[in-house]
């Protein structure tokens, strides 16, 4: 079995050794290094050739962006950036994930022995995505246990019926593993007056609010982190917390988003899965939804369940995507007619969302 090899970049000692332990808990990957700073890292790389690089974000000599932007300049290869959860780290990862990094791994907190197997499990899983977002295929390596998937029962129970009260559309968005940036080149595209949107991207609390910012500078659309109770209005984008699910209500003359606190979802907490069913439910055909690059299924089923429901539907194709795990899983259920370029969604769902919403049929 063909392993994942992997560098390691850290100023840390301390932190170089606990992520080498947590890598090397995974069979289906190699530590060959580690590097106290990004110079050091360079002649590393050129010796080691790894597959993948984990990197901190501050570090001495060279500041792990201004290395991650080189890098990607002179030799392109997949990166998970390492970041602390605060503030500036967002900010920073954020900016890393815009340079090309395939994701990033919160460091665990200070009490790393409670902690470590769910950051071992979390960032082993990373690792081996970030070394499959390569253009040539890898050999399957074995994964490690993890707990069991709940689906959008867990949150909301699947409606009998689906429902069209408001009359507008409105566009759901899901991602996950590079769906930053997709979702920010979606936005940037979007007319001030475009249709509302609502987003589940798979992102840690800390991280949510400093993204929706981001967005809200970028697009001529508001953008914000959603609250609970929110009305959902034309011109704006709202973006699920990183703690809690998001879904959309019928609140008696308005749609609201409405936060709810249940556990996580194909193992996401948001999930698209739950967006996606609260929409069948209350949107119905008036809704018009893409699921965009990402790891695992989440959305595929609920993506499915909007096209049952009468929404149109379509998925981000393989050649866009850093990872084609979530669309992909939804093309092969036939939850989506088409399948799109990263560069053609926004104007195709401003297109879908401005085509007239079918009308029940009429008993004769």
């Known amino acids: 079995m063909e392993r994942v090899r992997v560098l390691v970049v850290d100023d840390s000692a301390l932190v170089r ?13 190699e530590v060959v ?8 890292a360079r002649e590393k790389i050129k010796q080691l050739n790894p597959d993948v690089l984990t990197l901190d974000v501050e570090m001495p000599r060279m500041d792990g962006i201004t290395f991650l932007e080189n890098l990607m300049r002179l ?44 950051g071992a499990q979390e960032i082993c899983a990373k690792v081996k995505l970030a070394a499959l977002a390569k253009p040539r295929q890898r050999t399957a390596v074995r994964k490690l246990d993890v707990p069991p998937r709940l689906t ?16 507008s559309p ?4 899901g991602a996950s593993t590079g769906g930053t940036e997709a979702i920010r080149v979606v936005l940037e595209a979007m007319p001030p007056d475009a249709p509302p949107i609502v987003i589940t991207q798979h992102i840690p609390a800390a991280f949510s609010g400093p993204f929706a910012a981001r967005m809200d500078h970028c ?16 011109g704006h984008a709202y973006i699920a917390p990183g703690s809690q ?3 959309v209500m019928w609140d008696g003359a308005k749609y609201v988003c409405r936060l709810h606190n249940g556990p996580p979802v194909n193992r996401h907490k948001p999930s698209v899965d739950v967006l996606f069913r609260s929409m069948a439910a209350s949107v119905g055909k008036a809704t018009v939804a893409a699921l965009l690059t990402g790891m695992g299924d989440d959305g595929a089923r609920g993506l499915l369940e909007l096209q049952q429901a009468g929404a149109r539907t379509l998925v981000q194709d393989e050649e866009s995507s850093v990872v084609w795990g979530m669309p992909g899983a939804a093309w092969k259920l036939g939850a989506a007619t088409e399948k799109l370029p990263l560069d053609h969604i926004a104007a195709r769902l401003l297109a879908m969302a401005h085509q007239p919403i079918p009308r029940a049929a009429t008993p004769a």
């Open 17 to 29: 050794k606990l992520l080498s332990t947590m890598l090397s808990c995974d069979p289906g990957i």
């Open 33 to 40: 290094g580690t590097a106290a700073d990004p110079l050091i």
């Open 75 to 118: 030799r392109p290869m997949p990166v998970v950036m390492v970041s602390s959860l605060t503030q500036e780290g967002a900010e920073v990862t954020l900016r890393a994930l815009e340079l090309g990094a395939v994701d990033f791994f919160t460091k665990p907190g200070n009490d790393l022995a409670s902690t470590f197997a769910e």
């Open 152 to 167: 959008a029962d867990a949150v909301l129970p699947r409606a009998q019926t689906a429902g069209t009260r408001g009359g």
């Open 170 to 173: 409105i566009i759901a968005i």
């Open 219 to 234: 697009s001529a659309m508001r953008v914000c982190e959603a609250r609970d109770g929110q009305p959902i209005q034309s």
């Open 245 to 247: 699910h998001l879904l």
